[in-house]
Nanobody
Framework: VQLQAYGGGPVQAGGYLRLSCAASGRTSNTYATGWFRQAPGKEREFTAAISWSGGSTYYKDSVKGRFTISRDNAKNTVYLQMRSLKPEDTAVYYC??????????????WGLGTLVTVSS
């Protein structure tokens, strides 16, 4: 499975961005898809995930109510809508495919990241 994330860029605090993750190759109808992020000098952390059916979503506490994850299986694409962005959301965002574990996920596949920079 190959994952391509795009849509990052600079944005001012309070602004909006939508990230997209396009999957190709041996995509599976069992994979959940999600996003992790890594801020400068920090470890990579789980951010959001969505089940294959789209019926279940999971979020890091600090993004609940601001971020929305969704998917279009016909297009093999997952989206992360990010609203009310804060400087602390600045990070490289990675798209991942794998399995839901608790309120997070275990990842089998990773895409290259896309940088989101939120200025105050």
């Amino acid at each position: 499975v190959q994952l391509q994330a795009y849509g990052g860029g600079p944005v001012q605090a309070g602004g909006y961005l939508r990230l997209s993750c396009a999957a190709s190759g041996r995509t599976s109808n069992t994979y959940a898809t999600g996003w992790f992020r890594q801020a400068p000098g920090k470890e990579r952390e789980f951010t959001a995930a969505i089940s294959w059916s789209g019926g279940s979503t999971y979020y890091k506490d600090s993004v609940k109510g601001r971020f929305t994850i969704s998917r279009d299986n016909a297009k093999n694409t997952v989206y992360l809508q990010m609203r009310s962005l804060k400087p602390e959301d600045t990070a490289v965002y990675y798209c991942t495919a794998g399995y839901i574990v608790g309120d997070s996920m275990e990842s089998d596949y990773w895409g290259l990241g896309t940088l989101v920079t939120v200025s105050s």
